[in-house]
């Protein structure tokens, strides 16, 4: 889930919207988004949800990659 959590924070920092903006918007917090981007505070599906939904993200769940598929030599 880091790698989520690293994603939102990227995307919260790219959107060029103050944390005030983003909590007022997605009413998420304005304490969440500060523990969010120190890295004190993980995301909860609710809060990704509404941070998604606030910045025009859509969050996808698919099958995990094989290694295989990922270009990984299998040593063969």
Do not use: F, H, W
């Not at 903006?21 to 523990?35: H, K, M, N």
């Not at 939904?53 to 030599?73: A, H, Q």
């Amino acid at each position: 889930m880091d790698r989520l959590v690293d994603r939102m924070r990227d995307a919260i920092t790219e959107s060029g919207k103050t944390r005030y903006r983003i909590a007022q918007e997605s009413g998420v917090a304005e304490s969440v988004l500060s523990r969010l981007m120190s890295g004190e505070r993980g995301l909860s599906v609710d809060v990704l949800e509404r941070l998604a939904d606030c910045l025009g993200l859509e969050v996808v769940i698919r099958p995990k990659r094989s290694k295989r598929n990922r270009g990984v030599s299998d040593g063969r």
